[in-house]
């Protein structure tokens, strides 16, 4: 589900600003962006992260800011090898002058802030921040997920509708075989004049194609799969993962029916199911 949060926390010497942005995903794929002084928490974040969202991409920015004095620590090794390299250049090429504090001072990494760990204070605005932006982000992925209920079960209403179509046209399947089979043997036995209907074997092959057709599992598992499925959604918590299950088995027991029917009835309604359940399957990739 796509949805964003931020939260934001002040502290007496910092201030720290977390956003969330997820996108959908089958599973839950968490990506951080942290300074490196930030860097020992990643673990953490994750793992907090995991406790509230189950699925989706999830890209996190932790903006940190030092608010009070900060002391600088000097990178001895870097600096000392620019001006060797430096007296190497007047040297071998006679150059004069002296290096110049101030390009000096603008080497990459030659002055760092001193680490000296994460404080309580900070680590616990840190999490104040991370939580205040998974509650906005939960609220609005709340809000898509009303949404996406009240869509699928506008469509499981569609699927609910083609049901007592197959029903119907199901109980004349054995009538419309014994139909086509008489008319067939009549064909047969006006060419040869000998030849005499069989009514036991005649009704022996209508029960066996029908057996063969018959579809009230299939209709039976249909209802019952949509019971679930609407529970599952009413419920509410976690469900993506068991909606998906179930509309696996939804389009399993339509690709039966209409491996089974031979009714233009019972196809078309079959066909129908099988579009409503892919246009379900498209929002359950969104739902957590």
């Known amino acids: 589900m796509t949805g964003f949060g931020r939260g934001s926390v002040t502290g007496d010497n910092f201030s720290v600003a977390v956003d969330l942005k997820t996108v959908n995903n089958r599973f839950l794929d968490v990506h951080l962006r942290l300074g490196g002084e930030l860097a020992a928490l990643e ?45 190497s250049l007047q040297t071998e090429f006679g150059l004069s002058g002296e290096p110049d504090i101030n ?18 204070q900070t680590v616990e605005g840190i999490n104040q921040a991370l939580t205040q932006a998974l509650d906005e982000l939960e609220q609005m992925r709340a809000r898509e997920g009303e949404e996406l209920a009240a869509e699928m079960r506008g469509r499981l209403d569609e699927i609910a509708a083609q049901i007592p179509l197959i029903e119907a046209s199901a109980g004349a399947v054995s009538d419309g075989y014994r ?6 043997i009549a064909e047969l036995i006006g060419r040869d004049s000998a030849a005499e209907l069989d009514q036991n074997r005649l009704a022996q092959e209508v029960a066996y194609l029908a057996d063969r057709s018959d579809i009230t599992e299939e209709i039976a598992r249909l209802k019952s799969h949509m019971i679930q499925f609407r529970e599952i959604i009413d419920g509410g918590g976690e469900v993506g993962k068991r909606l998906d299950f179930l509309l696996q088995e939804l389009n399993r027991e339509a690709n039966t029916v209409l491996s089974k029917a031979t009714d233009i009835t019972i196809k078309e309604a079959g066909l129908t199911i099988k579009s409503a359940v892919e246009k379900i399957r498209e929002q359950v990739q969104n739902v957590e």
């Open 179 to 184: 139909a086509r089979l008489e008319k067939r």
């Open 43 to 87: 673990s953490d974040i994750k793992k907090r992260i995991g406790t509230r969202l189950s699925r989706g991409r999830v890209d996190v920015t932790v903006s940190f800011e030092r608010t009070g004095e900060v002391e600088y620590e000097i990178n001895h090794g870097l600096i000392a090898g620019f001006v060797s390299a430096m007296r």
């Open 103 to 120: 390009v000096i001072a603008r080497l990459p990494n030659a002055l760092q802030p001193v680490r000296a760990g994460m404080e309580s």
